[in-house]
């Protein structure tokens, strides 16, 4: 299985919008609804941002969004803060039954 | 609150066995709603999910590893297992275990993570 395609990196200033990309096959992120973004900040484990396409946990910002269009997915950060400089993967379940990740993306914040 | 806290050996000889354990805590591993899973992460690159087991011991493995991995659970110490043999130094990572969601299959809690280093 193929890693999923995400950009290397975006960046923005703060209060603007971005949005990170995540392109697949029919197999997985076309195939299912289950995508999901995770955020990681240096040196520590990643965070569950995003799941099923477009659900967010309880305790993450609505500032955060996801959505699918045939097989790329994307993850929308509005109203951009400081503290979402980070690593972005997206994930998503395949035919396989089982998981691919993206090769993630760097966040900056100018 | 549900956590998950691997434990190993941080340095392995190449051609030996990795072998970590995740412990889990405030939950129990035989719940029906998840699998158990395995993520890693080399130096600077990008997650690779590396396998998961149900309670019941039915597994999962990414096909470029799977005929180097193990993945066991025991649940009298609500813990579950990884095994990956005939290691190289393409081997060195952090590894992560997780929790997966069954119905919505996504990842969450995370374990902090342990670094194995493969090197004579």
């Known amino acids: 299985q193929s890693a999923l395609t995400q950009p290397a990196s975006v960046s923005g200033s703060p209060g603007q919008s971005i949005t990170i990309s995540c392109t697949g096959t029919?197999?997985?992120?076309?195939?299912?609804?289950?995508v999901s973004w995770y955020q990681q900040h240096p040196g520590k484990a990643p965070k569950l941002m995003i799941y099923?396409?477009?659900n967010r946990p309880s305790g993450v910002p609505d500032r955060f969004s996801g959505s699918k269009s045939g097989n790329t997915a994307s993850l929308t950060i509005s109203g951009l803060q400081a503290e979402d400089e980070a690593d972005y993967y997206c994930?998503?379940?395949?035919?396989?039954?089982?998981?691919?990740f993206g090769g993630g993306t760097k966040l900056t914040v100018l | 609150q549900l956590q998950l806290q691997e434990s190993g050996p941080g340095l392995v000889k190449p051609s030996e066995t990795l072998s970590l354990t995740c412990t889990v805590s405030?939950?129990?591993?035989?719940?029906?709603?998840?699998?158990w899973g395995w993520i890693r992460q080399p130096p600077g690159k990008g997650l690779e999910w590396i396998g998961s087991i149900y309670y019941s011991g039915s597994t999962y493995y990414n096909p470029s590893l799977k005929s180097r991995v193990t993945i066991s659970v025991d649940t009298s110490k609500n813990q579950f297992s990884l095994k990956l043999s005939s290691v190289t130094a393409a081997d060195t990572a952090v590894y992560y275990c997780?929790?997966?969601?069954?119905?919505?299959?996504?990842?969450?809690?995370w374990g902090q993570g342990t670094l194995v280093t493969v090197s004579s």
């Open positions: 997780a929790r997966r969601d069954i119905a919505a299959r996504r990842f969450d809690p």
């Open positions: 994930s998503s379940y395949t035919s396989s039954s089982t998981f691919v």
């Open positions: 405030g939950g129990s591993i035989s719940s029906s709603s998840y699998y």
């Open positions: 099923e396409v477009s």
């Open positions: 029919s197999s997985d992120v076309g195939g299912y609804n289950y």
